[in-house]
């Protein structure tokens, strides 16, 4: 199926907008969702200088749904649904909010024009953040949170207060870290990226949405300022020439290559679940279900160091033997000899979650808390706590579980932000 057939099958609406890169259009037998299609035109300096770049539709929508996919499926909120062509992807319809997030972790760019004194490179830890008024009559002036506070938007029935304000400044925060992570296993440095929220017309929460493309941010390969592959090659160009927009093109379709990559783990890695008898399946398929959310596979295997310590230790060289990286999960009752007889053995990461019984549990634990010295082993009593530990120890070499893990503490704080807010009204 061609475009234009691939775009006629989707039966186009009205556009409903266009920007300087895209445009959105209506789906008529897809209420509540868009077609966003990328135009073949890079600009800078609000459209101060503009040009036409054959291919850049296709090479920003690439990056976009990539994007979009890593973070989604770390577990973020966005307007993002699926790719639909070379150049054109599907969203949920929003009401923009006309703010644009910034996040720097280096300082470069029009930063230090408004930083006099600081010099390239200084790094930020935490991260800066900055918002600007979305206003190109007026080339988009630095907001504070009081001046949008002040400006009381109400975008698909949501006013923007205190609250959601928050709930943007925390999420940016987050989404920053995750490409941030996602990019620095190419050896890329993450500079600065910019990102805008709307309002979803069906569900009235605020998502991630507009793109995240070649455009929003500023890559250094290798940390190097001088090997930059983002738009900061064209807006430098001295002369536009055929050549010179070549130059432009080839970064932007490296950028797109690598993009794909962001989505692949970088290591395989899994959980044994080492258990006592079978009378512990249950307890060990709760630590697998909540492994399973950060996309850690578990072996499960029955053991018991005090009647077959062999074996216990011949199932623990088996997985020390193909080089990938393992957590061992201890699951025994009454008297937990497999946790400390593991931990004394082995210089992977061990970790108990005794099924401990209202009878004998508070006497039981101690099985698993005192141990001898020279033994690593932690304890943690709960399954899913026990399966987000695991992900913590893995998440250091697998950027795919950090990420779930990342989203999964900015989604908590979330939704006890919201939930305040909930309580508040009803109070009042």
Known sequence: MNQKQNLAALKIGQKLNEGKTKQIFELVDQPGLVLVQSKDQITAGNAVSKDQMEGKAAVANKTTSCVFQLLQESGIKTAFVKQHSDTAFIAA??????VEWVCRRVATGSFLKRNPGVKEGYRFSPLKMEMFFKDDANNDPQWSEEQLLEAKLCLAGLTIGQCEVDIMSRSTLAIFEMVEKAWATQNCSLVDMKIEFGVSVKSREIVL??????????????????????????????????????????????????????????????????????SDVAHCEKIRKACASYGIPCVLRVTSAHKGPDETLRIKAEYEGDGIPTVFVAVAGRSN??????????????????????????????????????????????????????AQILGLRDHLVWCKLRASMLNTWVSLKLADKKLQACSL
């Open 93 to 98: 319809r929003c009401e923009m909010i006309p």
């Open 209 to 278: 949405a507009d793109v995240i493309d070649n455009d929003s941010w500023r890559l250094w390969p290798a940390g190097d300022r001088s090997q930059q592959t983002d738009k900061q090659v064209y807006r430098e160009l001295k002369e536009v020439t055929p050549e010179a927009m070549q130059m432009v093109k080839r970064s932007f379709e490296w950028v797109s290559e690598r993009v794909k990559l962001l989505l692949e783990p970088q290591a395989s890695s899994r959980v044994v679940l080492l258990m006592g008898s079978t």
């Open 337 to 390: 000899g497999l946790g400390p007889v593991m931990s004394g053995n082995t210089a992977y990461p061990v970790i108990s979650c005794p099924p401990l019984t209202p009878d004998w549990g508070p006497q039981d634990v101690w099985s698993s808390l005192r141990m001898p010295s020279g033994l690593g082993c932690s304890t943690v009593l709960s399954p899913e706590a026990c399966a987000q530990f695991a």
